[in-house]
């Protein structure tokens, strides 16, 4: 009997802002409601305490600020052919700066790529990263790394990284690794929701699960993977669910509220270093531009779903709370903005000052303690090939290439 080709089940149908749930057989709402703090216009929840003091409200709000600021002009600068490639944090700065801030400054940070603002709270000089989107001179990084994907050692910020989710299983060894040696020691690692769909998502979970490792798992639910809305992307009623099928904890937090993202992120790590295990996070956030400089939404996203985003800014919120609580007027608001954006102006102007590249020799180096036989003799050859004909060291203008 010739045999039919059964017809192919379409899709769900998905909803155009990447929110709705239309089709959820796990539901299981109940058990994960959204952890928040402080509403839209500002206003401490009933009985809620300020987890932290006024002064460093205020910091932190700078650095949102001048997160945005520095994203909205990284994005000019490549558009104007200034930098290759940029990927900011446009509408989810509470969820990195609030689960940043929440960490002990020994704890290991695993990045996705939209958590610049983690490492310059780590101590990354804004010029350092700009000399890393420019791949100059003053690149810690050397150029050896996609432009944005920043590292940043002495604040154990780990190199960003581009495959998705490829962090979660490292950040379990460093886990793993703090148990061993005894050390108070609990890696934060942040992630998309889209790679929630990866292989190591899973690795990685069930693996600490199993082991009770302390872990941080921070996801930054933004509603899209690229062009992909976030219910194409897991038939989960939430993210935060996942965790029960891990066997650990999980909690789904209001990603535009920094308060609430700081103080879930807080408990996540006083259980992990009290060896209660890891936890899952869920930000609920929204991406409010692009994927990245390489992308645009237009294609698949009409603008008006992004409207109602826009009203939930974290940066507003967190603005109406300092003004109900008297730590910023409005006059103090517009300074503070005319300040960072000088800063960033002024670390701009240092980084594109540097020269082009870094020196040729620096390709020898970093790769072991101790250069090998063969690396000697190569740096050796190098040289004399460079003081033979100055062009071997800048190739772009050797003739005919
Ligand atoms: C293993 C792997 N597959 C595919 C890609 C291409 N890719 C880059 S970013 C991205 C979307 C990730 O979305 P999400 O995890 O939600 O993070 P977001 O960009 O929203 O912060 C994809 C598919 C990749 N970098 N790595
Ligand atoms: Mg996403």
Redesign the pocket.
């Known amino acids: 009997m010739p045999r039919t080709k059964p017809k192919p089940r379409p899709p769900p149908p998905a909803s155009r802002d990447g929110t709705a749930r239309q089709w959820a057989p796990g539901r299981l709402p109940e058990e994960f409601p959204l952890h928040a703090l402080v509403d839209e216009e500002g206003r401490l929840a009933q009985g809620a305490a300020v987890p932290v003091p006024d002064a460093e409200l205020v910091a932190l709000y700078r650095w949102m600020v001048l997160e945005r600021q520095l994203d909205e002009r990284m994005i000019t600068l490549q558009r104007q052919g200034r930098i290759g490639f940029y990927v900011g944090s446009i509408g989810e700065e509470a969820t990195v700066f609030g689960s940043a801030a929440a960490m002990a400054p020994q704890d290991w940070i695993f990045p ?1 790529y ?1 958590e610049h603002g983690a490492a310059f709270l780590r101590g990354l000089p804004l010029e350092a990263f700009m000399c890393g989107l420019l791949g100059n001179a003053g690149d810690p990084g050397r150029g050896r790394q996609m432009p944005c994907h920043e590292s940043w050692a002495p604040g154990r910020f780990v190199s960003i990284s ?4 490829t962090q979660l299983p490292q950040a379990v060894g460093v886990a793993w690794a703090a148990r061993i040696r005894g050390d108070d020691v609990v890696p934060l690692v942040y ?5 929630t769909s ?1 292989h190591d998502f899973h690795t990685g979970l069930n693996f600490a699960a199993v082991q009770r490792l302390g872990v941080v798992f921070a996801c ?1 639910n ?1 509603g ?3 062009s992909v809305p976030r219910e194409r992307q897991t038939a989960s009623e939430t993210i935060a669910q996942k965790a029960i099928a891990y066997g650990m904890r999980g909690e789904r937090v209001d990603g535009n509220d920094l308060l609430a993202v700081l103080d879930a992120t807080r408990r996540a790590r006083a259980r992990a270093a009290a060896g209660e295990g890891p936890t899952l996070l869920e930000f609920v956030t929204y ?1 409010l531009e692009g ?1 990245s400089t390489s992308d645009d939404p237009r294609a698949y996203r009409p603008a008006e779903v992004v409207e109602p985003w826009k009203k939930k800014d974290p940066i507003l919120r967190l603005r109406r709370l300092l003004q109900r609580r008297g730590l910023l007027d409005e006059a103090a608001a517009a300074a503070l903005l005319e300040e960072v954006r000088v800063e960033i102006q002024a670390a701009l102007r240092q980084a594109e000052a540097k020269p082009a590249k870094p020196p040729v020799e620096s390709l020898f180096e970093d790769v072991y303690a101790v250069p090998m036989r063969q690396q000697v003799e190569q740096l050796a050859e190098l040289r004399e090939a460079m003081a033979a004909d100055p062009r071997v060291a800048n190739p772009r203008h050797v003739d005919g290439a």
């Open positions: 996705s939209r581009s495959p998705v989710a992630f998309g929701d889209g790679s990866a930054r933004n899209w993977a690229i991406r994927h």
